[in-house]
């Protein structure tokens, strides 16, 4: 069962189009990935799933229905976990999801009964009594969750759920992603952390100036630069090298500088590493350490949208 179709979607403010005739599905019980970086179109288009923009065109299927014609219905069983925290600062961890709770229809026996289900899912329980604005950012964030599954949604979506906190609340809400999903409820992910994506998400959809330019697994995207193979070199003096020269050299496709690593993906039937070695003691830059790595997700993603995810 497709929980969500997306078919030639579009969208303008006025002669900028932030999303360019996208289409992509999401299948029952998947993980799926939406990634892209800054500006791509990703915001807007989970905007607009969920009803806050309206599309220039193309259609959305939710629950195999017309957004356009059942929405209201269609909203009871989406759960919304934005990036911008929705929790009131005044209230308490259990007043926040207590209103969000009763804004689903939720009363009486039931409601008592679903604040205790999402505080005790997100561990804070013991918190429960506490404001929210004395929290930690990565307390905020569990809240922010805990008020968009209190309606024990089937589809739930995510946007930059783990920005800006601390490793320990990170993990607490990645175990949280596995949890909904094993519990039967679909999750539409995004994020600027690769690894998460990785580590989360069965199918993914690469997003770049409002276009999908890839989508797939991990696996099928990783094919589409298997003609390629990365070199990872560790250098000393990294003020020295010059970038643009690096991916002039003959066959290389792209490169990440991480601190004093080079990351450079280049086409398999080129035999360059010659010409890259020559290069860095031209510029008396130091090698500790070179060889071949795997092809990860990051790599298919620089090469192609031609920057890094957090760029």
Do not use: W
Request: overall charge neutral.
């Amino acid at each position: 069962m497709k929980i969500l179709n997306i078919n030639n979607l579009e969208k303008r403010y006025g002669n900028f189009l932030a999303v360019d005739n996208i289409s992509l599905s999401v299948e029952k019980g998947e993980v799926f990935g939406l990634l892209g970086p800054n500006g791509a179109g990703k915001s807007t288009t989970i905007n607009i799933i969920i009803g806050l923009l309206k599309s220039n065109g193309g259609e959305i299927q939710i629950f195999e229905k017309e957004q356009k014609e059942y929405g209201k219905e269609i909203k009871k069983k989406i759960g919304i976990v934005p990036q911008n925290l929705a929790i009131y600062r005044e209230l308490s961890a259990e007043e926040n999801i207590k209103f969000f709770g009763s804004i689903y229809g939720i009363k009486g026996k039931a409601l008592k009964e679903a604040v205790e289900y999402a505080l005790e899912f997100t561990g804070l329980l013991e918190h429960r009594k506490n404001k929210a604005k004395n929290f930690s950012g990565g307390m905020m964030r569990r809240l922010n969750i805990a008020c968009g599954i209190v309606h024990k949604p089937e589809l739930v979506i995510m946007d930059e759920p783990t920005v800006g906190i601390d490793p320990q609340s990170r993990n607490h809400i990645l175990e949280s992603v596995k949890k909904l999903n094993q519990d039967g409820c679909t999750v539409i992910y995004t994020s600027h952390y690769m690894e998460e994506v990785e580590n989360l998400c069965n199918r993914i959809a690469i997003m770049d100036k409002g276009k999908i330019i890839a989508e797939g697994t991990q696996e099928e995207l990783i094919t589409m630069v298997s003609d390629t193979q990365n070199l990872e070199v560790e250098i000393s003096d990294i003020k020295n090298i010059d970038k643009e020269e690096i991916l002039n050299i003959k066959g290389v496709k792209s490169l990440i500088i991480k601190d004093e690593v080079l990351n450079i993906n280049s086409l398999r039937e080129v035999s360059n590493l010659n010409l890259i070695i020559d290069y860095l003691t031209s510029k008396e830059v130091k090698i500790r350490n070179i060889g071949y790595t795997d092809i990860n997700l990051e790599t298919v993603f620089l090469n192609l949208t031609g920057r890094n995810l957090r760029d």
